[in-house]
């Protein structure tokens, strides 16, 4: 059978026949008719001869494919129930097709051999000589869609010709279910008005209705051009669920009901502000509904008036370019001080933890939560990195003080010093990657936040305690108010003072930036208790060289955009001076932010401060970075500075296009 296989695979029947034809004709010009005749009449009976040996080739081709797959349905003459052919692997053409196959492709076999290729523009065999038994790509053909299934025969002679099968399913109808099925899934989503508490702040009942109609007029005829069900939970939070078909129009649109609701103003000129949440790709409703708790809760900690969308995997963001407004419940700050105190009390001891390369905010924060664990008597540590920190004074400062000896202790030292009633504080930051020690932030189980910074998709958790508030101007102002509620003045000594207002400092630029009623509310409890503003300038001091250091980044800066500046350099410097010429260049005339890049051994780093409407935070997002509307920084790893500057210049144009 394998020899007689590779007796009917020769090619070259066509040119065979054409070559016979011409002699015949040449036979004919000569004169030579007789001879014509007889090669007319040898021609004429060698292809009726092809044509009854075609029949019986493909009888035979049949009979040897059904017996290779051990296939039951070709008997009787019988066929595959969908389109099959069988190729030579070594150069792809068809040497046998069934009826179905020629109905859909329109391959004929006569004189001329096909490879399958060409009867299937773009299709491709090696998945087969790779052994594989699937064509990883679906067929489409007169608007029908087909997955393709093959198999590899091989003879017992190693010489013999190698055959590839292919079968043909249609699955047009199962892809069109499938694809309805995913495009009515239900989107959940959840509306919140972000300063519904401000809005109706001492207002009559008739005002507030008024309010109420004019929010659900904008919300109703923006869920309607997604056919979505829009009804009311609560007084402050709405529930809308639509079909995913709409979702690409929701995203495209970039929601503008977050800019239209600013038009709705309470009679005092507050404008309204709303925080979208919305789950994507839930098995049910109950899923769907927690993905959109999850994404409103982001949306929030985020600063609000902004798009958060959560599918199984991750979150994206949408809108968020305004400053936030200051939302913040005293109320949140007591409770949290007294939960604090407890899981304090109920520790064996507590590590107070802070991001890489620890500025004065982290290190201020940090020694104020240390208070909290004197006035509860329990053993803390402060982890940080000796070297690699930018609050070098401060530290030096608070290590002479009796109560600080020894406090200060390395990440490796603090995992072989915690145990199972450790507790953790993160000061500063809430993303796991950019901790001090990621290993202690694993190793111990009670972790605490105190953070700032808008919060990104890969934050810390499990929290036991959590106070995150992107409103705030630093991580020691909200330690501040913490300490307000939890310990006596008198228990607070100078030096936390100190180091809580040098955190403030820093972060508010000397009180200029970022600055609203309680940064000022804490910074005169710390002056009460006895901060020195004059001692805190001084721990913000540079020496000489690095003053002058200062001012050649500055000096390298180039404007993007007539309003940005921006200082690309190609030798390393300190994230201090990097974020002190950030600072200085927003002190030029009509600069409404600055970005300084530079190298760090494979990294890349990037400061960015704004004064304007430009969010830096959104800008340096997508480069994996973070931070609020008005200071944020990025590290971008195993790239150059160049590369980055592109990555970063391609960023800011989307955000300005978009």
Same mark, same amino acid.
């Given at each position: ?5 590779? @007796? ?14 011409? %002699? #015949? ?9 007789? &001879? ?34 051990? !296939? ?9 129930? %969908? ?49 594989? =038994? ?68 001492? /207002? ?23 056919? *979505? &069900?829009?009804? @009311? ?22 929601? $503008? ?9 309470? $009679? ?13 790709? #839930?098995?049910?409703? +109950?899923? *769907?509904?927690?993905?959109? =708790? ?25 809108? *968020? ?6 939302? @913040? ?11 604090? &105190? ?21 290190? *201020? ?50 995992? /072989? ?15 796991? +990657? ?27 958790? $499990?929290?036991?305690? !959590? ?15 913490? /300490? ?114 530079? $190298? ?27 931070? !609020?509307?008005?200071?944020?920084? #990025? ?9 980055? /500057? ?13």
């Amino acid at each position: 059978m394998n020899k007689k296989i590779g @007796r009917l695979l020769r090619p070259g029947v066509g040119t065979f026949f054409g070559l016979l034809m011409i %002699f #015949a004709a040449a036979a004919v010009l000569m004169e030579y008719y007789i &001879l014509a005749i007889a090669e007319f009449a040898v021609t004429a009976l060698l292809l009726i001869g092809y044509l009854v040996f075609r029949k019986y080739r493909q009888k035979e081709i049949q009979k040897y494919l059904e017996k290779a797959l051990e !296939n039951n349905t070709g008997k009787d003459g019988a066929q595959p129930p %969908f389109p099959m052919a069988a190729i030579r692997l070594e150069d792809n053409v068809i040497v046998y097709a069934n009826d179905d196959f020629i109905k859909l492709t329109g391959y004929e076999d006569y004189l001329k051999e096909h490879t399958v290729g060409s009867v299937i523009p773009g299709f491709a065999t090696d998945w087969l000589s790779d052994g594989k =038994s699937q064509y990883p790509y679906d067929v489409h053909l007169h608007g029908r869609r087909y997955r393709v299934y093959g198999t590899s025969i091989y003879a017992d002679d190693p010489k013999s010709t190698r055959l590839g099968v292919l079968y043909f399913t249609d699955l047009t109808e199962l892809y069109q279910v499938r694809d309805e099925y995913i495009r009515s899934r239900p989107v959940v989503s959840i509306v919140l008005i972000d300063n519904y508490e401000e809005l109706t702040k001492n /207002l009559t009942e008739a005002a507030t209705s008024a309010l109420h109609a004019s929010i659900n007029e904008a919300l109703t005829k923006w869920a309607d051009q997604y056919h *979505g &069900l829009l009804r @009311r939970l609560e007084r402050n939070r709405f529930i809308l669920v639509f079909e995913k078909r709409d979702l690409k129009h929701v995203i495209d649109s970039k929601f $503008p009901i977050l800019e239209e609701i600013h038009e709705i103003t309470s $009679p005092s000129g507050l404008p309204a502000s709303i925080s979208i949440g919305m789950g994507v790709d #839930a098995e049910n409703f +109950d899923e *769907g509904y927690s993905f959109a =708790s999850l994404a409103i809760e982001m949306a929030l900690s985020r600063g609000g008036d902004q798009a958060v969308i959560k599918d199984r995997m991750n979150f994206d963001f949408y809108g *968020g370019r305004n400053k936030e407004a200051d939302h @913040r419940s005293k109320v949140r700050s007591r409770i949290t001080a007294t939960s604090l &105190l407890e899981l304090i009390g109920q520790s064996s001891q507590v590590f107070i933890m802070g991001h890489k390369n620890a500025d004065l905010d982290a290190v *201020g924060a940090a020694i104020g939560v240390s208070c909290l664990c004197r006035k509860k008597e329990k053993p803390f540590h402060i982890v940080l990195d000796m070297e690699m920190n930018v609050a070098g004074k401060l530290i030096e400062q608070a290590q002479e003080v009796p109560e600080y000896k020894n406090v200060f202790i390395s990440g490796q030292e603090a995992l /072989l010093r915690c145990d199972n009633r450790s507790v953790l504080i993160v000061v500063d930051t809430n993303r796991p +990657d950019q901790v001090e020690n990621k290993h202690l932030l694993e190793a111990i189980t009670s972790v605490c936040v105190i953070d700032h910074h808008r919060r990104a998709a890969d934050y810390i958790t $499990p929290v036991v305690v !959590n106070l995150h508030e992107p409103y705030a101007s630093s991580a020691s102002e909200l330690v501040t108010e913490l /300490l307000q509620y939890a310990v006596e003045k008198k228990d607070v000594l100078p030096i936390e003072a100190k180091a809580l207002m040098a955190g403030i400092f820093l972060d508010t630029k000397s009180f200029n930036v970022r600055t609203g009623e309680r940064t000022f509310e804490a910074a005169a409890y710390l002056r009460q208790i006895g901060a020195d503003t004059v001692e805190v300038k001084k721990l913000l001091q540079n020496d000489f060289q690095d003053t002058m250091a200062k001012y050649q980044i500055i000096k390298s800066a180039r404007l993007y955009r007539a309003e940005i500046a921006i200082a690309a350099l190609n030798a390393g410097t300190s994230r201090a001076l990097a974020a002190q010429a950030a600072d200085e260049l927003l002190n030029i005339s009509g600069i409404s932010a600055s970005f300084v890049l530079y $190298p760090s051994e494979e990294n890349v780093i990037i400061s960015a401060r704004s004064i304007g409407e430009a969010n830096v935070q959104v800008i340096l997002e997508p480069l994996g970075g973070g931070g !609020n509307t008005a200071t944020a920084g #990025a590290q971008i790893p195993n790239i150059t500075v160049k590369e980055a /500057l592109d990555r970063l210049v391609q960023s800011i144009d989307s955000y300005y296009e978009n």
